[in-house]
């Protein structure tokens, strides 16, 4: 008699249950990972349109201002062409609405802005500070 080669039933319905538990045990964390990017990239895509600005604002010798609200940041001023940042889905910024960039590259004032996710209370929340000296700092 021929042995047969291969796996049973059972078996085959013991693996896929043990796979079905380990990928719902991993889906919250796997949740929260990706808003805690969404909120890096923000942050990130965020202090770099400042330093866009800031730079631009050095360069045409002219006040350049950078605004940021709930669901976007964008720069305005002399002679800038548009750059404009969309908040990734989920992500809620709040602080201070507008950065004003002086022909020297200090900041009018120093302000902040917060990125915090809509879906995951536990991840921590980014910021983009801005101090009188024009220094754009990323907390992460």
């Keep these: ?54 730079a631009k604002a050095i360069e045409v010798s002219s006040t350049v201002t950078v605004t940021v609200n709930s669901n976007m940041a964008y720069v305005t001023g002399y002679s800038v062409s548009a750059f404009n940042f969309t908040m990734p889905e989920n992500t809620v ?18 302000g902040s802005v917060l990125f915090n996710s809509s879906i995951s209370k536990s991840v921590r929340q980014r910021g983009v500070t801005v101090t009188p000296l024009g220094q754009i700092i990323v907390d992460y």
């Design 93 to 110: 910024a709040t602080g201070d609405t507008s950065i004003i960039f002086a022909p020297d590259g200090r900041a009018s004032a120093s």
């Design 1 to 54: 008699m021929k042995k047969q080669k291969g796996y049973t039933l059972a078996e085959l319905m013991v693996t896929v249950a043990i796979i079905i538990i380990l990928a719902g045990l991993a889906l919250p964390n796997f949740v929260e990972f990706i808003a805690d990017q969404r909120l890096k990239q923000a942050a990130d895509t965020t202090a770099s349109i400042m330093r866009r600005a800031q």
